[in-house]
Structures are given as structure tokens and as C-alpha cells.
């Protein structure tokens, strides 16, 4: 009775660190690699009384960790080892796949990136989960605008969007969104990609993740460029950076960095305006 009374205790304290490392993803990477150290450390100590999807959890997120640390090398052994468990639970099978598609679209490999999420995106239909098939999506849509292929890309964030109910969590809607209007951008249909931004206004405001929200507003300064709202451009770009800066991990901030100086590089180049002036102001 003690023993099985301690593996579930075990057992209890690996998932509760493999969630809580995945919950502090947006807006902490410090404490998520810390915990995800931690989970897979544990996992490892208790391997012969674990249930081997707990073990394949662990190491996934482990694996993410790495990853969004930007450490790919060591992020690819684990989730090698991750792959090479017998996982049984189709949602720790998909979000393997899922992980190491990111992964591969971090490091080039955006062909196998696509395979990965369309078989996950076939699992999460054959489970009829239609919020995980939506976040998959999203997924796709990213690898499909580093591929250069706009049509696909919002092809991709449209349908995860139509799989998304009223009870979706707020960071998935928010992100596919943030996702649809990049896009729109990057197909010159700044249009849309205004009314599109407008209309996802009430769901960015709720946001409690810093990098989400730093993201959007980096959204908004390229939009803003694009419509030669040089002075908004340069006051989004001011928000993300202000948001991003005091983050413990932060690696968009270089990318940031130069875009900012890129436009202010710009600004200066511009014969004064009083017009821009006023707008300064």
C-alpha cells in the first residue's frame, strides 16, 4: 500500500511539473527550463514506476524547453528519446509530434515540419479534439509562411479559427489570430489585416502573457510600416520592446532590435513633415 501510495506521489510530481513548465512557456523561459529540468530528472529517478506516457511527457517538454531556449542540438536528442518510449495516449503521441515539427521548423526542416503536424492534425480528427486540431493548424500555417507559401499559410489559420468554439482557451484564439494577420501583411492584403487586428482588440487586451502581448504589438508596428504610419510603427515597436525587455529569455529581442533601428534609420532619412510632426505629437 506505501509503495503504490509513493508512486502515485511520484508520479503526481511529474506531471505537476511538466504542466506547470508548460503553462510558464509565454512569459517565463527560465522557470519553465528549470522546471522541465526538474520533471525530466524525476521521470528518469522513477522510470520502473512510472507509466511510460508520463515519462514520453517529460521528456517531451523538456524538449520544448530546450528548444524555446534556443539550445536545438540537445532539444533534438530529447525528443529522440522522447520517440524512442512506447507512447499509448494518442494526445502524448500527437504532442510529440507536434513539438518536434516546431523544432524543425526552427532549424530548416520545414518539409518534415508539415508532414509531422498533418499526421497530428489526422490524430486530433480521429479523436474528434477540435481544439487541439485548431492549435495544430496554427501550427501548419507558421511553417507555411516560412515557406513563402501565403495561400496555404491562410488556408491554414482560417480553418483552425472555424475549428475554435466560444470555450477555446484565450492564448490559442489570440495567437491564430495574431498568426492570420502576419499573414495578411505578408500578402499585401493590409485591408484585412487592419480589420482583422481591430477585430481581435477585445481578445488582446485580456492577454496576461507578456510575449504574446509583445508580439502583437510588433504585429501592429509592421502593419503600421507597411501603411507608412511611420510614427504608430515607431510607438508599437517602443510598446513590444518594453514588454519584451523584461522577460528572463527573450529571443525575438535582437529581430526587435534591428527593426527598430531599421525604421528609425528610415525616419531620419525623411525630409521633415510637419504633418508627421503633428502626428509625433
Known sequence: MKLQRNRLANAEKVQTLVDSAFASRYHDVATMLKLSTAAVALAEEKRHELPVDLVVAAWTQYGNALRIAGRFLEADR????????????????????????????????????AQLLTAAIEAHRSIGDPHAEARTWDLLGIV??????????????????????????????????????????????????????????????????????????????????????????????ERAYALLI????????????????????????????PEMERSKG
Open 78 to 113: 530529447a525528443l529522440e528519446r522522447a520517440a524512442a518510449l512506447p507512447a499509448s495516449d494518442p494526445s502524448t503521441k500527437t504532442h510529440l509530434l507536434e513539438i518536434k515539427a516546431s523544432l524543425h521548423r526552427n532549424t530548416g526542416r520545414l518539409e518534415s515540419a
Open 144 to 237: 507555411y509562411v516560412d515557406w513563402g507559401d501565403g495561400p496555404r499559410a491562410l488556408a491554414a489559420f482560417r480553418t483552425a479559427l472555424e475549428l475554435l468554439g466560444p470555450d477555446a482557451p484565450l492564448d490559442v484564439v489570440a495567437s491564430t489570430g495574431h498568426n492570420l494577420v502576419k499573414a495578411l501583411i505578408l500578402e499585401g492584403r493590409l485591408s484585412a489585416a487592419a480589420s482583422g487586428l481591430a477585430l481581435l482588440e477585445p481578445f488582446y487586451r485580456r492577454l496576461t502573457s507578456a510575449r504574446l502581448s509583445a508580439k502583437v504589438e510588433w504585429t501592429r508596428a509592421t502593419l503600421c510600416r507597411e501603411l507608412r504610419q511611420l510614427p504608430a510603427a515607431q510607438l508599437a515597436y
Open 246 to 273: 523584461n522577460e528572463s529569455h527573450s529571443p525575438e529581442l535582437p529581430a526587435l532590435i534591428k527593426e527598430m533601428a531599421g525604421l528609425e534609420a528610415e525616419m531620419s532619412s525623411l525630409p521633415d513633415d
